[in-house]
């Protein structure tokens, strides 16, 4: 039997506001008041705590949920390993990490029956996941659901991006419907599994190693703008009390694990806390820009932060190019030529990106590291220093960066696949000397 109290007719509602103390319950007096661990939990239930931090972190910085399930996690089978060949942890040693600039084509769609787990594959990944430090970055192309697996990640937290068809994610807090523009985020070691609503499903995967991703102070912004917390979606309690063989599998450490279990572990009827999955519509960021002259630089499009041990030196910022207003004066509008101490990899789910108009399509992604140049093409820098100056809508795109203080390392799989544009270098061919002219 599957329960969800805040499923009618297929429509799902949410609890609003990033990192608030949310508490749900999916049978009504299921969830404890007034303390989280009762004698005798209602209904049979067991407690149990959820933290991905420490105990003893910051009440600022704390995440942790109280679940109130069917049965304890404790009874999740014994693991033995289970092979993903495609899947790396960092740092990455297969290969020298190149200063090259790179980009790649999208992952075809699968042609075998292929779900979320089997078709993820890294294409970089950078810091060290032991030292809770850094990312990997993951590519998923998917024709089919979960059905008996479920999954959770022990590495770090799941940032995922869709760029082509709808996502169900089922997590023990509730579900989730996911789609092309929006983002979810999964906590480090929360279950859940992965149902497609479309034939085919593409995107990308940030697993982030350190702190959660939190929301960047907005200075002097002041107190409104950007990514807005009461736009944060997390999900409303719902169970599934269904027995059967089932498969629970894990990354851990940087290998997959794999446990037979008789049930479905996604089976909390009720849970409190702030360490819960959430969704984001990246259409209603706030995008901020100038008004007068110059290109802003990037980090005003920051939706999501993962803090290093370095004030105002991220370990993963993930940023975002939506579509907005230009209206810069006597100002070169694309992105400038630039050489930066951070890396960047960057994925594009709609449209074209400003800065690249040929060859980065949707479901591509690029990778300009520490140091690397990088920079308008040839064509777009010839456009951008002739154009006419009028206020200029960009409509129907919408790209992203993760940009890091680590280099980022691609993989050997991402250096060897056809998918991989060796001739990326040459879209600057073009670029001419107009020095005395």
Known sequence: MTTDASNAAGHLRYLHGFGNE?????????????????????????????????????????????????????????????????????????????????????????????????????IAANGDAMAQAGMGIHLYAANRSMRQRYFYCADGEWLIIPQLGELLLRTECGQLLLCAGEIAVIPRGMKFAVDLRSDIARGYIAENYGAPLALPERGPVGANGFANERDFQYPHAAYEDIEGDFELLCKFAGNFHRAQIDHSPLDVVAWTGNSAPYKYDLARFNVMGTVSYDHPDPSIYTVLSSASNTPGVASLDFV???????????????????????SEFMGLIEGTYDAKEAGFVPGGCSLHNCMSPHGPEAAVFEKASNAQLQPERYRDTMAFMLESRYIIQPTKWAMETPLRQRDYIKCWDGIEKHFGR
């Open 320 to 342: 975002i190019f939506p579509p907005r207003w230009m209206v810069a004066e006597d100002t070169f509008r694309p992105p400038w030529y630039h050489r930066n101490v951070m």
């Open 22 to 122: 949310h508490e749900s319950e999916a049978l009504a007096g299921a969830l404890p008041i007034g303390h989280f661990s009762p004698q005798r939990v209602n209904f049979g239930l067991y407690a149990e705590q959820f933290s991905s931090t420490a105990f003893t972190a910051p009440r600022a910085h704390n995440r942790r949920s109280w679940f109130y399930r069917i049965r304890p996690s404790v009874l999740q089978g014994d693991y033995q390993p289970w092979p993903q060949d495609t899947v790396r942890t960092a740092p990455i040693t297969e290969i020298a990490t190149p200063p090259n600039m790179l980009r790649w084509d999208p992952l075809p769609p699968p042609v075998a029956p292929t779900d979320f787990i089997d078709g993820l594959v890294t």
